[in-house]
């Protein structure tokens, strides 16, 4: 499985941007696809998943801010980020995983301003 991942960039605090997640290759129906992002200096942390039942779960710190969703037919996945704070800024990752295996994509930048 090969992930492609598009969107972040630099926006100002109380804005909104969009990532995007395209899963390709031998793509198990039953996976779990989402989102972890990693700070300087910080470990990475889970940000939202969802699964291709559609079982969600969200960080507490971006609940009611960040909405995950997917496109089971399309194999991709996508995290609507709203209210951003400066604390969200990170390098997000895409994430795959299903019975075989994990697979992470290749990390975009997400810069937020004060």
């Known amino acids: 499985v090969q992930l492609q991942a598009s969107g972040g960039g630099l926006v100002q605090a109380g804005g909104s941007l969009r990532l995007s997640c395209a899963a390709s290759g031998s793509v198990f129906s039953i996976n779990v696809m989402g989102w972890y992002r990693q700070a300087p200096g910080k470990q990475r942390e889970l940000v939202a998943v969802i699964s291709s039942s559609g079982i969600i779960n969200y960080a507490d710190s971006v609940k009611g801010r960040f909405t995950i969703s997917r496109d089971n037919a399309q194999n991709t996945v996508s995290l609507q980020m709203n209210s951003l704070k400066p604390d969200d800024t990170a390098v997000y990752y895409c994430?795959?995983?299903?019975?075989?295996?994990?697979?992470w994509g290749q990390g975009t930048l997400v810069t937020v301003s004060s």
């Open positions: 994430n795959f995983r299903d019975t075989r295996f994990v697979q």
